[in-house]
């Protein structure tokens, strides 16, 4: 006699792949993840400047901060790291609704959020924003730990050390940055990878500039506060305890905007044509610089002057607004070495 095949009373594997692959498609993604078998998540575009800065993991611990969704932690599995730790807090447990509410009445109090409140009102002890990590994990039979914490407070003995660490997209979000940055030096074994919304101003390349947000005013999130500029960025991850940084990526400039010719008589219209000039191409001269990555440190970490900033009329007071050089936004990723 036979002995009786136990009862299935879980799906067939084939089954639970079309369920999980179903609500994978019905999911909000944040993250583009290609899953294989033709399942692509429709999240945003995958960011081709973290794509050129994508540091050699295979056979490293990697600790990726402010996974969300988990593209890059699922990356580096696949390039082969050794151990792949996932951790969020925030998005994973954000009660968007609230937090879309408050903001609504704060701005018809004509107040500005609380930080505070942005940092801490609204996470829930659910995890409704980890789904779709988790829906990718399970597809992927991925063995990447999520861990849910706040990096700027939790206990870095108790989380370790990795040999690389990635901090895409997060910088930005900090209200204290070079704070971040010495606990990234903490967790840090060899190598951090710093992604961040940055600003470019024509001809102050070689200042330390990092410009502040009150409100919305990047990227319409009232959770952004500095994007710094490379010399910025560079010199906080010195101060933080980084050996040696090098900037690797940035996306690129859009080209300056022409300006319309003003109205008034005929000599004042030619010297604002001639200002306007100038400053397109001193904003066409840095672009140039950065992409051909001109603005590399002298000395590791050390930025070079090369001259004054853009000049400023003469006579004194504040500059003329035509020849003021606006910030522009743009992404960099920086390598911080121990
Ligand atoms: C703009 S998203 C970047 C997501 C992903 N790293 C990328 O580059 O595509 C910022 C992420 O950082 C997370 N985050 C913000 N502050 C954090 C903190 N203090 N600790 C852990 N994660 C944090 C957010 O929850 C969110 O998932």
Known sequence: MGTALPRRDFPPL???KDDLARRIEEWHWFHSIDLGDGLVTKGHPPSPTIAEAFPDVAGRSVLDIGAWDGKYSFEAERAGAGRVVALDHYIWRLDHQGRQAYYERCEAEGVLPDAEMIDRGFLMDALPGRTGFDLAREYLDSKVEPVVDDFMTMDLDRLGRFDVVLYFGVLYHMADPLGALRR??????????IETSAVHIPGYEDFSLTEFFAGNELHADYGN??????????????????????????????????DPPPAGPSEARRSEARR??????????SARRLS????????????????????EPTGGGAPHPAARPAPVPYRLVAHAHV
């Open 225 to 258: 506060w500095f994007a710094p500029n490379g010399a910025a960025l560079v010199g906080m991850c010195r101060a933080a305890g980084f050996r040696r940084v090098e900037l690797k990526a940035h996306s690129p400039l859009p080209a300056p905007e022409p």
């Open 276 to 285: 306007s000039e100038a400053r397109r191409s001193e904003g066409r001269r």
């Open 184 to 193: 990234l030096r903490q967790v840090t074994g060899e190598l951090a990878v």
């Open 14 to 16: 084939s089954d639970h």
């Open 292 to 311: 051909e990555g001109r603005l590399s440190a002298g000395r590791p970490g050390r930025w070079r002057r090369r001259g004054r900033p853009s000049p």
